[in-house]
Structure formats: structure tokens, C-alpha cells
């Protein structure tokens, strides 16, 4: 998606230049780097960001998570937190502010790449359900530049995109009404038996990535190396209408470059 402007909210100089340097070589607008909780909310009014990334732990009377419980109250602008936190308790403090993701500190481009754009497909799917209904969310999935598979909460297919059928070598008439794990032939170096993708969107809300070398074999036999991301997209009463899952072509693994150089012992 071009010309996406995000706003970082992160009181610590250096790694908010970091991350400030780290999306604009991905291609982003970076609107603002705010330090404060009060701070975060003022520039978010004033330039309506795309995207918010909030640091979770800001110094001063007001942290991150209420500063994102006033910008959902206020605006409809979708925060990811940056967190070097991972307990239960903050976590769970945070979820009531409806955040579209979590990024645990330190993390690598590609982590931050695939969840600014889980983030913006999630956030046009739900403005799309609640203002314009079913067709045009066709339009936006048919639209999006990766494969898009839908299903319902049980794992059902309701929809393919164009670049699925491609990338699966099947025809969404053809495979409407079967189980994602009749149509996903996935694979990785793992011993371990793969996931249920849909499982996985369901339990955790929005997950990217599958394990390492993770491979989609198409119908005819293409090996494709691919990364994955899955969101539930809910309803008024938070219950799951669909989950989407998008399929993402690697370059390698080892052509992802780290935008953090150090490990930042100090969180």
C-alpha cells in the first residue's frame, strides 16, 4: 500500500530513530515521533495518521495503553504497541483498548513490515463490514497485491482472491466449500505437524509467519517459499464472521534485513 503515513510514539531517542529510519526505508511516511502519552494523542489529532505505533512503557503521568484508549475512543486511527513486556497482565490491560497487534522488542523488518500491513487490511475490512457490507469486501480482498483466502470460523473456504487462485494453481468456484487444509498443502523444516492456519488466526487474533521455509506446494506441483499472515475479522458482538489468511511470497529468509543492530539490554 503507498503513501502510508504512520505516526511513532516511543520515548527513547535512539530507538525511535531507529524505528523512524526503519520505516521509511520500507517505504513509509513517518507523520511524527512522539515521546509522551499526551504528546501521542495531540499529534494523532493533528495529523491523522495511517497507523500508530505505541510503545507500550512511556515515562510521565499518561503510558502508552492510556493514550491508545483515548485515540479509540476519539479517532479512528489502528494501533500497534511495542512492547518489551510480554506478561499476562499488561497484555490483558492492553486488549481493552482494541489494538490491531502486539511487536515485542527488540523485532526485525519483516515482523514490523507484516503487521503494519495486517494492520491496514484488518483496519479496511472492518470500515468496509460496518459502512459498505459484504460486496465490497469482495472488492478490497480482490484488490489486495497478495493471496487472500477466506473462510468462516470453522475453516471453510468463502472466498479466494485472484493472486490465490495463481499462487494455488485452484479455481475459487472449484474449492468453495472446503476445508483450508484440502486446498493448503504447507510444509517448513519443522518435525512438527503443521498448524491449522485458521486455528491459529482464531486463538491469537492476528498472527504472521509460520515457522522458518515455510513452503506452499500448488496443484501442479509449484514449490513456493511463502509467509503467512491471519486475522479474525469479528462483528459488533465479537463474533468471528471470517478469517483471512494472506499468503505472502519470500525473496529468502536471508535477504530480510535487520533494522535493529543491537539487543537493547536496557528493556
Not at 463490514?129 to 470453522?154: C, H, M, Q, W
Request: hydrophobic residues 35%.
Amino acid at each position: 500500500m503507498g503513501n502510508v503515513s504512520i505516526l511513532v510514539v516511543e520515548d527513547e531517542v535512539i530507538v525511535a530513530l531507529d524505528i523512524k529510519n526503519c520505516l521509511e526505508d520500507l517505504g513509509y511516511t513517518v507523520t511524527g515521533v512522539a515521546a509522551t502519552g499526551k504528546d501521542a494523542v495531540n499529534k494523532a489529532e493533528d495529523t491523522s495518521p495511517d497507523v500508530i505505533l505505541m510503545d507500550i512503557a512511556l515515562k510521565g503521568d499518561m503510558d502508552g495503553i492510556e493514550a491508545g484508549e483515548i485515540i479509540r475512543k476519539n479517532l479512528d486511527i489502528p494501533l500497534i504497541y511495542l512492547t518489551a513486556y510480554s506478561d499476562e497482565k499488561t497484555l490483558e490491560r492492553a486488549k481493552v483498548t482494541q489494538p490491531f497487534g502486539f511487536i515485542l522488542k527488540p523485532f526485525d523488518e519483516k515482523t514490523l513490515k507484516c503487521n503494519i500491513e495486517m494492520t491496514l487490511y484488518r483496519h479496511r475490512i472492518e470500515k468496509s463490514r460496518k459502512y459498505n457490507g459484504k460486496s465490497n469486501l469482495i472488492k478490497i480482498f480482490d484488490n489486495i497485491p497478495d493471496a487472500v483466502v477466506v473462510t468462516d470460523s470453522e475453516g471453510c473456504i468463502k472466498h479466494m482472491n485472484p493472486r490465490a487462485e495463481k499462487l494455488t494453481g485452484l479455481n475459487k468456484t472449484d474449492v468453495m466449500g472446503l476445508h483450508i487444509n484440502e486446498i493448503l498443502d504447507l510444509n517448513n523444516d519443522s518435525s512438527q505437524q503443521m498448524e491449522d492456519p485458521v486455528k491459529k488466526a482464531i486463538e491469537k487474533d492476528v498472527f504472521f509467519d509460520f515457522g522458518e521455509r515455510t513452503v506452499l506446494t500448488s496443484w501442479e506441483g509449484r514449490q513456493t517459499p511463502v509467509d503467512i499472515m491471519g486475522t479474525a475479522i469479528k462483528n459488533e458482538s465479537q463474533e468471528i464472521i471470517c478469517v483471512f489468511l494472506t499468503l505472502i511470497k519470500q525473496a529468502t529468509h536471508n535477504d530480510v534485513s535487520n533494522c535493529w543492530k543491537r539487543s537493547y539490554n536496557d528493556f
